[in-house]
């Protein structure tokens, strides 16, 4: 799972970026973490407001710094368990 | 009807309250008098400081849980619905109440400029959103008058009407670095926020981090704006800044421009200059100048829009101030 971080390093960013680690890791999720700073780049992904967080290049959220237990939330979704009822 | 006005005017506002509480504080507490230097250096940062920590915190909280309801997309929605000059006026509306951060400015740009949103729009939004903002104009309103915060805001807003309808006249679009234009729309909905208790963690959120953000700049600031009451001496102030040099509109602006501080910690600044005399549209402009337009927001432009367009856009925004900083200081007789 590739999430990132997108930001030009104001605190926010790094906020989000060690929430995202420390959920990864709570959630067991090999995950690499991927900081993205230069405008041009952090502009193809069309967010409004820094930072943003990216799961598998999609983007789930801008402008927000979110707390350990929403991204485990996100990480969830596009991951669910091993042994969840994965019907179909 | 007038008189409770005025009494909650000055006690939820200006908070005489405080005000007597840190003379009592200073007087008895300290042994100071609050006439003499110290005293009175005392007494102005200890009641600055409190008085603009708890109006912050009640604005911060209140005007974030309103601005989460017009995150940038939903800006973005409504703007592209409308053309000329409405559009504009609503993006220098919706540039007040839309939540800013100047990290943000870059990718807000792109963001607006991708949607084919006109530059004019767009300028006129970038303009008006670090100058007027609902809290600053509140403390305006506690540290000068209510006349002033609302002059402010109309005069505000005109500069960021006019500046955009110029900045799209030019025809400057040939300015924008192309990849500008290049840049996707993200498919991300963050029109997410919908719960109460979201929107109220997302104000307490926005509280906690510009708190963390700005206090370092309103210690400063109060600091400067202590020194200045107290320690300056007004020939100095004066020489530079003083209502009848024709000059100080200027240097106030010029001082500012390359500077950054939040708009709280230029309000005490502001205040204790023009307790020294200074022409209000002179403390005015410095405060402009600052929120405005800065050394690293003008770095940050510089990545999308190329140097002809920049300047063109620091040129309107500082004649912009200059002007309003004239204006106000002929017509400070209105507002005693």
Not at chain 2, 239 to 250: E, I, N, R, T, Y
């Amino acid at each position: 799972m590739l999430i990132k971080i997108l930001g030009s390093g104001c605190k926010k960013c790094v906020a989000l970026a060690q929430n995202a680690e420390t959920a990864a890791n709570a959630a067991s999720i090999e995950a690499r973490i991927e900081k993205i700073t230069d405008i041009v780049d952090i502009a193809r992904y069309g967010i409004m407001s820094t930072p943003g967080l990216v799961i598998d290049d999609k983007v789930v959220s801008s402008g927000k710094v979110l707390s350990v237990a929403q991204i485990t939330e996100h990480l969830r979704t596009i991951k669910p368990e091993p042994g969840a009822n994965n019907l179909g | 009807m007038g008189e409770i006005f005025v009494w909650l005017n000055d006690q939820l506002l200006r908070m005489q309250w405080l005000s007597d509480l840190v003379t009592l504080l200073v007087r008895d507490g300290l042994g100071l008098d609050t006439a003499s230097r110290i005293g009175g250096s005392v007494h102005f940062f200890v009641y600055d400081v409190i008085k603009i920590f708890i109006l912050l915190s009640v604005l911060i909280f209140s005007i974030s849980y309103v601005q989460s309801y017009f995150p940038p997309e939903r800006t973005r929605r409504i703007l592209g619905k409308r053309q000329g000059l409405t559009a504009n006026v609503l993006a220098a509306l919706l540039g007040t109440i839309t939540p800013f951060c100047s990290c943000s400015s870059i990718p807000l740009f792109i963001g607006f400029t991708s949607a084919g949103l006109p530059l004019a729009v767009t300028f006129s939004f970038l303009i008006s959103s670090p100058l007027v903002d609902l809290a600053s104009v509140i403390l305006l309103a506690s540290i000068f008058s209510w006349s002033i915060a609302l002059a402010y805001v109309a005069i505000g807003l005109v500069l960021a009407v006019l500046g955009g309808t110029l900045i799209g006249y030019l025809k400057m679009d040939n300015q924008v670095e192309s990849f500008v234009f290049q840049s996707p729309l993200s498919d991300y909905d963050n029109d997410g926020i919908i719960s109460r208790r979201e929107r109220l963690s997302y104000a307490r959120e926005q509280l906690t981090e510009i708190v963390h953000r700005v206090w370092i700049y309103i210690l400063i600031g109060v600091g400067i704006g202590a020194a200045i009451h107290n320690w300056v001496p007004e020939n100095l102030i004066a020489a530079w800044l003083g209502q009848d040099k024709w000059w100080s509109v200027l240097v106030a602006t010029l001082a500012g421009i390359p500077m950054y501080a939040d708009i709280f910690g230029t309000l005490p600044i502001a205040e204790a200059l023009v307790q020294k005399n200074v022409g209000l549209g002179t403390a005015l402009a410095f405060m402009m100048a600052v929120t405005a337009l800065s050394l690293p927001a003008m770095i940050m432009l510089k990545r999308v829009v190329k140097m002809p367009l920049l300047c063109v856009f620091v040129g309107i925004v500082s004649a912009g101030i200059i002007l309003i900083g004239l204006i106000f200081n002929s017509t400070t007789h209105w507002f005693n």
